[in-house]
C-alpha cells in the first residue's frame, strides 16, 4: 500500500512493529479471546517497546512523532484482531484528551504512566440510558468546595475492567440551557472512594477486549481532576471525535483488506465440481467487487488522514468514511463468509472471527445514522 503521508520511517517502523507483534501478539490472540481480555504483560511489552502514545512529546516519555506512526499501529493492530481496539482508545482518544486540557501538572502526573503501560485510560460517555444523545446523560458531579460527590453509572466502557484512569462525562451544572452546556469532563482514578465496575460485558465480538459497566456511588473525586474548564465537556467531546471516527474508519478499512485476502487465498485452493471456487463466474464477480469498493475506500481513507494530520477540519468527510466503510466491512464480511462455505462458520477460521467483530464498527463513536444526520446537516439540509 503507498499511503501519501508515508515516508521512509514509517516504513521502517512499521516492519519493527509488525515483528513485535508476531512474536508478542498473533500465537496469543486466540488464548485472550478464549480469556476474554488482553493481558497487562502485553500493555507492559507495548510501553517498554515504545508502541504507547508515540505521539507524545519526548518530555512526557513519548516519541515525538507524527500521527503516521500512530495510523501505523492502528493498522497493524486490526489485522491481529479488532479486540485490540482499547490500545487504539487508549493511545488515541483518552490521552489526546489529557494532552489538550489538561494542565501542566496533570500531564506530569499522568502521561510518563500512560506511554509506559502503567495506566491503562478509558472514557466514560454512554449511560444506560443515554447513548449518542451525550447531552442527556444523568451522572452528576456536585461541587464541594475542594472536592466534587459524583453519582451515576456508565455502560459499554471500553478498557472498563483494566482502566486505571477514567475521563468521565458529567453533569456539573443542571439548570444549564442549552443542557450540554452543564457537562464537564473528571478524571477518576481506580480506587477513588464511591468508584467500582459493575459486569464485565459478555459481548457478540470483539471477545478480548474487556468491556464493562462502571458505577459512582457518592465518588470523591478531587477539584484538580477537573479537566479543562467546568461546562466545557462537550465542546471537548465534539472536537476530539473527529479523530476518533477516523480511527473507526482505519479499522474498518483494514478489517476489508484482511477479509479480502483470506478469501483470496482460500478461494484459490478450495476445489468444488473439479475447479478452485475461484474460477466459478460468481466468485470472480463479487471478488472483483470488493476489490472495487476496498480500493476506492482506501483512497478516500489516504486523503482523510493525511488532511487530518494536517490539521484540517474533516468533519463531514470523516462523518462519510465512518458510515460508508463500516458499512462496507460488514457487508463484505459476509459475502467472504459465504465464500469459504461451512469453513466460514467454524471458530478456528478468522473470517468467523471478523463475520461477529465488525458489526459494532457501524455502532459506536457515534451511530452510522447519526453520521447521516451529521452529513445532511453541513451540506445544508
Known sequence: MKHPYIQEEHAIFRK??????????????????????????????????????????????????DWGISVIINEELERVGSGTVGISLHNDIVV????????????????????????????????PGAGSDLASISTTAVDKGDHYVVNGQKTFITNGIQADLVVVACKTDLRALPKHKGISLLVIERGAPGFSRGRKLDKVGLHCQDTAELIFEDCIVPKENLLGKAGNGFLYMMDKLQQERLLVAIAA???????????????????????????????????????????????????????????????????????????????????????????????????????????????????????????AKNIGL
Open 253 to 375: 478499512q483494514v478489517a476489508a483488506e484482511d477479509m479480502f485476502e483470506l478469501t483470496m487465498e482460500y478461494v484459490k485452493s478450495r476445489q468444488a465440481f473439479g475447479k478452485t471456487i475461484g474460477d466459478f463466474q460468481n466468485t470472480k464477480f463479487k471478488l472483483a467487487e470488493m476489490a472495487t469498493d476496498i480500493e476506492m475506500g482506501r483512497t478516500f481513507l489516504d486523503q482523510l488522514i493525511a488532511s487530518h494530520m494536517a490539521g484540517e477540519d474533516v468533519v463531514t468527510k470523516v462523518s462519510m468514511a465512518k458510515w460508508k466503510l463500516t458499512d462496507m466491512a460488514k457487508r463484505i464480511s459476509g459475502e467472504c463468509m459465504q465464500l469459504f462455505g461451512g469453513y466460514g462458520y467454524m471458530e478456528e477460521y478468522k473470517i468467523a472471527r471478523r463475520f461477529r467483530d465488525i458489526p459494532v464498527a457501524s455502532i459506536y463513536a457515534g451511530t452510522n445514522e447519526i453520521m447521516k444526520t451529521i452529513i
Open 96 to 127: 489526546p484528551y489529557i494532552t489538550a486540557y489538561g494542565t501542566l501538572e496533570q500531564k506530569e502526573r499522568w502521561l510518563p504512566k500512560c506511554v509506559s503501560g502503567e495506566i491503562i485510560t478509558a472514557i466514560a460517555m454512554t449511560e
Open 16 to 65: 519493527a512493529f509488525r515483528k513485535f507483534l508476531e512474536k508478542e501478539a498473533y500465537p496469543y490472540y486466540e488464548k485472550w479471546e478464549k480469556d476474554r481480555i488482553i493481558p497487562r504483560s502485553f500493555w507492559d511489552k507495548l510501553g517498554q517497546s515504545g508502541y504507547l502514545c508515540p505521539d507524545l512529546p519526548e518530555e512526557y516519555g513519548g516519541l515525538g512523532v
